[in-house]
């Protein structure tokens, strides 16, 4: 008796998973979904991400041409701006906030290395969790990976750029000019720190919009692996 109890119990568990097994196999794709497809799959999304978002950026008006990322005045510098265009001096704003998105779209470029680093270092633990997170949890993984070594190589990046173009020049003048004005309180900001900032928020921004694009839509999942993968969180 005892040992048809065991037998029964057997034949269930073989059953249970043989049925599982058969669920697995039934996602989109060749076959079952491995921890090395889990990972390999999110590299490849976040890589799609970097190629299409990433670089786009890296483009002249890839920051001032996009309005989800264009970089514009801080908030205690904006009211430089209303007093200038109330003035009559509005194609002197314009060209400083040129200059600081231009400095952003040349600092973009140090970034695809520091990316490709960090995609390659995903572990399956790490893929896993990112897979079954949030509508942004790649975008989020990756910020954390990347950020400290991005705002570094940015930074000396979008300083070298405002001296090369003049900006500093441009900035004083305006400042000066703003500062000129009656019955305003003198400001003298330093832009470098605060477009750094801007232009990670823009490449994370970016890569974000990608990422929801693959999670959300089925038609965006390129390849047979993205499809097979992101199955799994549909």
Do not use: H
Request: aromatic share 6%; charged share 25%.
């Amino acid at each position: 008796m005892v040992r048809k109890l065991i037998l029964i119990c057997l034949l269930f568990q073989v059953a249970a998973c043989g049925e599982l097994q058969d669920v697995v196999n039934k996602l989109p794709g060749d076959g079952p979904v491995s921890e090395a497809d889990i990972a390999a799959g999110l590299r490849q999304a976040l890589d799609i991400g970097i190629e299409k978002q990433v670089s786009k950026l890296a483009q002249t008006n890839g920051f001032f041409g996009n309005p989800l990322v264009k970089i514009v005045l801080p908030e205690e510098l904006k009211k430089v701006d209303k007093a200038l265009r109330d003035i009559g001096m509005g194609d002197l704003a314009d060209e400083g906030l040129k200059l600081l998105n231009r400095a952003a779209e040349e600092a973009v470029a140090e970034a695809t290395p520091i990316f490709v680093d960090a995609v390659k270092n995903i572990t399956f633990k790490d893929a896993k969790e990112i897979l079954l997170g949030g509508e942004t949890a790649a975008t989020s993984y990756l910020r954390q990976a990347t950020r400290t070594q991005l705002y570094d190589r940015f930074q000396p990046v979008i300083r070298n750029s405002f001296e090369k173009v003049g900006a500093e020049k441009v900035w004083s003048t305006l400042i000066s000019r703003y500062n000129s004005i009656p019955f305003t309180n003198e400001v003298n900001p330093d832009l470098t720190d605060y477009v750094t900032l801007e232009a990670l928020d823009g490449v994370f921004t970016m890569i974000a919009v990608e990422e929801k694009e693959i999670r959300a839509s089925f038609s965006s999942r390129t390849t047979a692996l993205l499809r097979k993968v992101f199955a799994l969180q549909d």
